[in-house]
């Protein structure tokens, strides 16, 4: 399974590629995280990365798709993944298609979260004030100010991607306004006809698993059902005889 996660900052991206990669067994890669460990190192990477990102920009397009291009070359990734804030622009997005199809590897769907704009400051609030009370480090280009500016990058440089994966007929759009768990629900519904028949990796690793555990659990349950019957009976008559016999 390849997926897309498509959505303004704030929209639940990385809450909902956390229950994919669990569902599926793929891997999140999220181009903000990796920029944000790049940056944490020091890398040439991070420091070309650290004022654009503070400023609420977009990095270059060569930077990303280049991390993006070493990544899905690595194992883990081999058996999915879901992108979560990449692409971000159209350029970036064709590079995405040329990188795939030098593979021979191909997109599954692209699910975008559509939430209005005026619930995005509060839930970047929310999060800011939730890692706070975790003890963790709050990302510095959370807050109202550097807010207007990821907006603004997203409006002009990503939202043209719902048109270009929609023009292709990938798109499945989900309300990202409701429940995390109603989210989730209709993303795994747009998801699960997608899942190959009888095929696939992901379809092949699920059915393993099951075949797997179930011979295992019933033998289990038929054991339990029927041993302390066949131990009574049994265990019961031995003992009457070997007391009979004792006795004689
Ligand atoms: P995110 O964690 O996805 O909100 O990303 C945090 C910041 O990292 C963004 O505001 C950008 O500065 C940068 N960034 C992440 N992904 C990309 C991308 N695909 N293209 C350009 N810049 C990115």
Request: glycine share 10%.
């Amino acid at each position: 399974m390849r997926l897309i996660l498509l959505g303004p900052p704030g929209a639940g991206k990385g809450t909902q590629a956390q229950r994919l990669i669990a569902k599926y067994g793929i891997v999140q890669l999220s181009t903000g995280d990796m920029l944000r460990a790049a940056v944490a190192a020091g890398t040439p990477v991070g420091l070309r990365a650290k004022s654009v990102m503070e400023r609420g920009e977009l990095v270059p397009d060569d930077v990303v798709v280049a991390i993006i291009a070493d990544r899905i070359g690595q194992r883990d990734a081999k058996r999915g993944f879901v992108l979560d804030g990449f692409p971000r622009t159209v350029s970036q997005a064709e590079a995405l298609d040329r990188l795939l199809a030098e593979r021979g590897l191909e997109l599954d769907a692209v699910v975008e979260l559509k939430v209005d704009e005026s619930i995005l400051l509060q839930r970047i609030e929310k999060r800011v004030a939730e890692m706070s009370a975790r003890g963790e480090k709050v990302r510095p280009d959370d807050n109202p100010e550097v807010l207007k500016g990821r907006l603004s990058a997203y409006k002009a440089q990503t939202a043209p991607l719902v048109d270009y994966y929609a023009g292709k007929g990938m798109l499945k759009s989900v309300n990202g306004m409701v429940a995390i768990d109603a989210v989730t629900g209709a993303v795994m519904g747009h998801l699960a006809p997608l899942v190959p028949r009888g095929g696939g990796s992901v379809r092949r690793k699920v059915k393993t698993r099951k075949t797997a555990k179930r011979p295992a659990a019933k033998a289990s349950a038929r054991r339990k059902r029927s041993a302390p019957k066949k131990r009574n009976k049994v265990g019961k008559a031995k003992n009457r005889t070997r007391r009979r016999l004792t006795r004689a």
